[in-house]
C-alpha cells in the first residue's frame, strides 16, 4: 500500500496528522466501530479519568487491530468522540506516543459530543484501516 500526504497547509502536521492521504494499491479495507475504555466484558473502566480512558481506548482500539492482522500504521482516518474537547486535547500527548514513533499521521477528526452510548466514558475513536 502507498500513502501520499496531502497537505496544503502545514499546521496539522504540528499536531499530528496529515489533512488528508491517498491510498494507492491497498487490498484489504477494516473499518472498526468505535473503541471505548472497557474491559473485555464490555463493563466502562476508568470513570472520570480522561487519561486513563484515552490509553484504554487506545489499547483496545490496538486489538481489534492486531486480531485483523494490522497496526495503528495501516490506519488511514480516525474519528475521535469525546464529551470534553479541552480535557481531551490535555491527553492527545497519547495520541503522538503511540502514533509518533510509527511515522503515522492518518487524517483524524475530533468532535464533542453530548454523551457517548456507554455512561460514564468520556471517548470514543472510529477507525478505518487499510493494508
Same mark, same amino acid.
Given at each position: 500500500?502507498? $500513502?501520499? *500526504?496531502? @497537505?496544503?497547509?502545514?499546521?496539522? +502536521?504540528?499536531?499530528?496528522?496529515?489533512?488528508?492521504?491517498?491510498?494507492?494499491? @491497498?487490498?484489504?479495507?477494516? @473499518?472498526?466501530?468505535?473503541?471505548?475504555?472497557?474491559?473485555?466484558?464490555?463493563?466502562?473502566? /476508568?470513570?472520570?479519568?480522561?487519561?486513563?480512558? #484515552?490509553? +484504554?481506548?487506545?489499547?483496545?482500539?490496538? %486489538?481489534? !487491530?492486531?486480531? *485483523?492482522?494490522?497496526?495503528?500504521?495501516?490506519?488511514?482516518? !480516525?474519528?475521535?468522540?469525546?464529551?470534553?474537547?479541552?480535557?481531551?486535547?490535555? /491527553?492527545?500527548? +497519547?495520541?503522538?506516543? $503511540?502514533?509518533?514513533?510509527?511515522? *503515522?499521521?492518518?487524517?483524524?477528526?475530533? !468532535?464533542?459530543?453530548?454523551? #457517548?452510548?456507554?455512561?460514564?466514558?468520556?471517548?470514543?475513536?472510529?477507525?478505518? %484501516?487499510?493494508?
Amino acid at each position: 500500500m502507498q $500513502r501520499t *500526504a496531502i @497537505n496544503p497547509w502545514s499546521w496539522s +502536521l504540528n499536531l499530528g496528522y496529515n489533512q488528508a492521504e491517498i491510498i494507492e494499491g @491497498n487490498r484489504r479495507q477494516l @473499518n472498526c466501530a468505535g473503541q471505548t475504555a472497557v474491559d473485555g466484558e464490555g463493563r466502562p473502566q /476508568h470513570p472520570d479519568d480522561v487519561r486513563a480512558q #484515552l490509553a +484504554l481506548t487506545l489499547t483496545n482500539l490496538e %486489538a481489534v !487491530l492486531k486480531a *485483523a492482522d494490522m497496526g495503528l500504521a495501516d490506519i488511514t482516518r !480516525l474519528v475521535v468522540y469525546c464529551t470534553d474537547v479541552d480535557e481531551a486535547l490535555k /491527553h492527545f500527548d +497519547l495520541m503522538g506516543s $503511540r502514533f509518533g514513533p510509527l511515522g *503515522a499521521s492518518p487524517p483524524m477528526t475530533l !468532535l464533542s459530543v453530548t454523551r #457517548l452510548a456507554i455512561p460514564g466514558l468520556s471517548i470514543e475513536i472510529e477507525a478505518t %484501516a487499510a493494508d
